[in-house]
């Protein structure tokens, strides 16, 4: 059998909520994370709905855990690992001293869709036809 395994912390950063608790609120009074798209720049919305986090949340979520400028999908991960680790109770300068002995499981769908397309975006806009060389690491899952 094998070692066991303890939850000690939650984190989440959603449609539905942008912390655990706004997000087990909305789920079980059955709000939706789903809103009219908003058109940005020149880029026809592909469907008329999304279900993306608000951005004045995630800056709000941002400045609260100190995370540093970065994609997007990387700024949602962020604040979801500050999260279950603080909400573990455990001291920011832990890693080093706890080791082996703790560490954040993270998951993703997928990861950056918005660097993805503007990469077909500027393929379908010019004659180049190649993309950033980045491209396949960067949008697989974190």
Do not use: Y
């Amino acid at each position: 059998m094998g070692k066991a395994v303890a939850i000690t912390g939650m984190g989440v950063a959603s449609a539905a909520g942008c912390d655990v608790a706004s997000f087990w609120n909305n789920v079980r009074a059955g709000l939706s994370g789903c809103r009219a798209t908003i058109a940005t720049g020149d880029n026809t919305p592909a469907s008329a709905f999304e279900a993306a986090v608000d951005d004045a949340e995630l800056a709000r979520a941002v400045e609260l855990w100190g995370v540093r400028k970065n994609e997007r999908v990387v700024k949602l991960a962020a604040v979801a690992c500050h999260q279950a680790w603080h909400d573990a109770g455990l001291p920011k300068p832990a890693l080093p001293t706890l080791g082996s002995r703790a560490g954040i499981i993270l998951g993703s769908g997928l990861g950056g869709i918005q660097f993805l397309e503007e990469q077909m975006w500027r393929v379908l806009k010019s004659a180049n036809n190649r993309i950033h060389p980045h491209s396949v690491p960067r949008v697989s899952p974190t």
